[in-house]
């Protein structure tokens, strides 16, 4: 009974492809969010959706998509991978849209060959 | 969102107290100081929050000063299971929801 649950856990893939992340709580919560942590393990907030509606949208390529099918999934769908996109992407979410506490996911390890 | 600095890294043996040290000194008055910490390989977990008073439950306490300009984290009884990095954020309650995580301080408890 995992409260935010992520997969892959790990993803290995080439340059160019395209390849999606989805994010699942059981948790009730109205807010869910994506966040990046590259290798030098700054963590990085890149998206955050409240009801299936985005709010937060920083300066992310738009080669990242984001889309939330209801307010218990938050997917990630990225195109067209670059050597930069290794990371480890953790999605996140609160009972509400002011952030109050955030519970993570164990997060996914991209690594862009 | 006020900036914060916290030292890069700091030991603690097993056991004793782990006093971790924040400075945010242009806080605003609307502007909570949060807590997380993320133990290697896993998402980042909320410890605490607080606005001015200190604060306690059963993961750590939460020392703020008066002046609101630094604070410090404590956990009482340190485990090896606490090695993680710890970030001391500060945001204003009811903005949206966006953490904004610094460099952090890696504590290593120590047997």
């Known amino acids: 009974d995992t409260a935010v649950s992520q997969t892959p856990k790990y993803l290995v893939t080439q340059m160019g492809n395209d390849k999606s992340i989805k994010c699942e709580q059981n948790?009730?919560?109205?807010?869910m969010y994506w966040y990046k942590q590259d290798s030098k393990k700054f963590l990085k907030i890149m998206f955050s959706?409240?009801?299936?509606?985005?709010?937060i949208n920083e300066t992310v390529p738009n080669r990242f998509s984001p889309k939330s099918p209801d307010k218990a999934h938050l997917n990630l769908h990225i195109n067209s991978l670059e050597l930069g996109d290794s990371a480890v992407y953790f999605c996140?979410?609160?009972?509400?849209?002011?952030?109050?506490?955030?519970?993570f996911g164990p997060g996914t390890r991209l690594l862009v060959l | 969102d006020a900036k914060t600095t916290q030292p890069t890294s700091m030991d603690c043996a097993e056991g004793r107290a782990a006093n971790l040290p924040c400075n945010h000194s242009?806080?605003?008055?609307?502007?909570?100081v949060y807590w997380y910490r993320q133990i290697h390989s896993q998402g980042p977990q909320y410890i605490i929050h607080?606005?001015?008073n200190n604060e306690t439950n059963e993961m750590a306490s939460l020392i703020i000063t008066e002046d609101r300009k630094s604070s410090t984290l404590i956990l009482p009884h340190a485990t090896l299971r606490d090695t993680a990095v710890y970030y001391c954020?500060?945001?204003?309650?009811?903005?949206?929801?966006?953490?904004?995580f610094g460099q952090g301080t890696t504590l290593q408890v120590k047997p």
């Open positions: 996140a979410s609160s009972r509400r849209q002011d952030g109050e506490t955030q519970y």
């Open positions: 607080g606005l001015k």
């Open positions: 959706y409240n009801n299936k509606e985005l709010i």
């Open positions: 242009t806080i605003s008055g609307n502007e909570y």
């Open positions: 948790l009730g919560h109205d807010t």
């Open positions: 954020i500060v945001r204003v309650w009811g903005n949206t929801g966006k953490l904004i």
